[in-house]
């Protein structure tokens, strides 16, 4: 099958399996609160499915993607923090209409940077925008000098390691350690009862679904394969003329993009934000959902992210002093015995079974259909 076509049939099949895991299994088989931690899991999928683009496919390794999660839910939490905020909510406060944290800091005023804040249509556009710029920043002043491979890991970890110190240094400007709280409303509408966690579910798994999309047209398209050309020959994809810097900017910018959104549909679902989901910590765990469920696999990096997340707090509900062993242990046994993650296994084991089957009772007269792509959706690459 020529893989030019926006999606093959197996990656359909894929995509449609995982539509009726979240939308229809899930919400059945879990009560609101399960299913709010579900929402917690993918919002860290968005995140996997950036690094399958820059990680897998372009080949940049980035251990600080949880700077690019954090603007997005740091942006989310001042609408949702001004909304709580009003001078009704905030009237015992020396200086009403503020954020608490602001007047336990003795700031008196609204500083300008959070003023435009107030409104939803410039809070949804900052989501992008701001991760995305700063992502452009990074990556053109690393890219087009050149600097790559374990070098710009190291800096993307330094970079996580300032904005964590920053957002905890600028206590009155971002709320510190304890980072933004009390988030109850969006555009008056409650987030915080069940029925509310439900429609939230909903809403995220729809922009998920769309990122999915978006990433499979970059990947099925031409850019998707000068990325692979570019991670496995890079020298020659340059001599052909091609910018490399420019290809590489863009896989980490999108990248970037998609886990703001993450970070923002965080802030809206747990109805906090935190310096402690923006250091190098969450980063490298974010790397490992990317690992687990196949750093190849869109999908793959789904069901790695929701299947780690998912070991996470059982462990850390039975075993609360063993789990980040357990964790470390699920990760190295991944590198070790299955590089490709679950989309490995799938794609190694379980899709040339389920090939022989229904090639087994196809009727030998006819021609039938055959499909020699592998699987990229349940999970699969």
Known sequence: MNDSRFTTRSELIGILVLAVFLVVILPLCLDVFRLNLVAKYLTYAFVALGLVICWGYGGILSLGQGVFFGLGGYCMAMFLKLEASSVENTKIQSTPGIPDFMDWNQITALPFFWKPFHSLTFTVAAVMLVPGIFALIIGAAMFKRRVGGTYFAIITQAVAAILTILIVGQQGYTGGINGMTDLRTLKGWDIRPDHAKIVLYFF??????????????????????????????????????????????????????FAAIGGAMFALNVGFMSPSFVGIVPSIEMVIYTAVGGRLSILGAVYGTILVNFAKTSLSE???????????????????????????????????????????????????WTDDSVADGAPAE
């Open 204 to 257: 995220e798994v729809g922009l998920l679904f769309a990122c999915i999309f978006i990433a499979q047209f970059v990947r099925h398209s031409k850019l998707g394969r000068i990325l692979v050309a570019m991670r496995d020959q890079e020298d020659r994809v340059r001599f052909s003329g091609y910018s490399v810097a420019n290809f590489k900017i863009f896989a980490f910018c999108i990248a970037a993009i």
């Open 318 to 368: 039975s075993f609360p002093e063993l789990w980040l062993f357990g964790l470390g242990g699920l990760f190295i046994a991944v590198v070790l015995a299955f590089p490709n993650g679950l989309a490995g296994i799938w794609g190694d084991y379980v899709q040339p079974r389920i090939d022989r089957l229904i090639g087994s009772r196809k009727p030998k007269s006819g021609a039938g």
